[in-house]
């Protein structure tokens, strides 16, 4: 008997989440200003992980304060109206 390694190789397949509206929407403005998440977070004061859970549709990050949103539109340089343009 021979053993063929490809016989029981096994492929494996991530499902990647689908990305919420509004955290592509953060993405996009932060990477289009050339920020890291770091640089948001210490201009923020927002943890490097809630920010990327924002950016993830992640449960955690679901439903930002008013002062979160307050915070980003600076940094972000976005108008306050976009949080509720985002579709």
Same mark, same amino acid.
């Given at each position: 008997?021979?053993?063929?390694?490809? &016989?029981?190789?096994?492929? #494996?397949?991530?499902?990647?989440?689908? *990305?919420?509206?509004? =955290?592509?929407? &953060? *993405?996009?403005?932060?990477r289009? &200003?050339? &920020? %890291? @998440?770091?640089?948001? /977070? *210490?201009k %923020? =004061? #927002? /943890?490097?992980?809630?920010?990327?859970? @924002?950016?993830?549709?992640?449960?955690? =990050?679901?439903?930002?304060?008013l002062? %979160?949103?307050?915070?980003? %539109?600076?940094?972000?340089?976005l108008?306050?109206?976009?949080?509720?343009?985002?579709?």
């Open positions: 008997i021979r053993y063929t390694p490809h &016989l029981f190789s096994y492929r #494996i397949r991530v499902m990647k989440k689908k *990305r919420s509206p509004l =955290g592509s929407m &953060l *993405r996009h403005s932060r289009s &200003l050339d &920020l %890291t @998440l770091k640089e948001v /977070s *210490r %923020t =004061g #927002i /943890s490097q992980g809630y920010l990327s859970d @924002l950016e993830a549709g992640n449960p955690n =990050g679901n439903n930002p304060t002062s %979160t949103m307050r915070e980003l %539109t600076k940094v972000y340089r108008s306050p109206e976009a949080w509720f343009e985002v579709r």
